[in-house]
Each structure stands twice: as structure tokens, then as C-alpha cells.
């Protein structure tokens, strides 16, 4: 994964000279272990994942032309319902850090982030993961001041 993302910055530098930043997104589950996040993933994503209306979007993508291997297709789906197919962070704070190093380490700059519950799992985040991206050096300091107020005041 890292040759090919460096692949691609080299060939925008090399074919239109221009330094480019490559961001991917991603579904975030963060609870106390990796037990609980798991469980909370498989009860929004497989008991009351919305199967109907994933067959619908996914087949407007296209996954059923044979792009897919059959476990492919299924691990697509899931991931579709689980986070629009975005890169999984499921775990504890901890476990998030060492996944976003990985992602780091192969060249990716940044990601963009959703979460089943947003108001929750954004507080979650912002109190116990953003400090310890800090301490692990894959980001800059951030005051809670820089935050917009209302999520401010929550998280403070």
C-alpha cells in the first residue's frame, strides 16, 4: 500500500509538478475495549444494518458486475453498511492511535471521519483519542477554544 500512494504522489509531481496530499475516510467505533466495539459494529452493521437499501446503492456501483470476488463483494457490504466503505477504526483510543499511525506510516495524510452516533463519538474522540494522536506525534496540539463552541462547552 505505501509504493502505491507514493506512486501516486511521485506522479503528480513528476507529470504536473504538484505536491498532493491523499486522504481517504473512515467509520469510527471507539468504546472501553476492543470487545465492546466489536459488538456495537456487528449490532448497527449486520442486526439492523439496512440490507435493502444497501443491495440498492451498492448495485447502482456496481458490485455486482464481477469487480468483486464473492468474499470481496461481501466485505464491501459490510463495511458499506458499517461506514459508506470507508477504512474501519474500530477499537479503544489506543487501538484508533496505532491504526491512524499505520495509515500514516503508508503515506496517507488525513481522514476523514464519520461515526454511527456523531455527537457522541465525536466527544468520545475529541476527550480521549485527539490527545493521545498528539503524544503519538500524528498531530498538532488542539485547544478545546479551537473547536466550535457548542462541542467546546461539551467536551471541557
Known sequence: MRQQIASYKDLAKQEFDRDIKIWCYGYVVQKDTQE??????????????????????????GIQTGIFTPEDAVRFRFHFKAGFAGVPLVGTPEQIVELFKKYSDWGID?????????????????????????????REAITVEAITPKVAAEVA
Open 36 to 61: 465492546q466495539a466489536d459488538a456495537y459494529l456487528d449490532y448497527y452493521a449486520n442486526q439492523l444494518g439496512d440490507d435493502e437499501g444497501c443491495d440498492i446503492i451498492t448495485g447502482e456501483l
Open 110 to 138: 488525513g481522514i476523514a471521519l464519520t461515526w454511527l452516533d456523531y455527537h457522541e463519538g465525536i466527544k468520545d474522540f475529541v476527550r480521549e483519542t485527539l490527545p493521545l494522536m498528539e503524544q503519538a506525534g500524528l
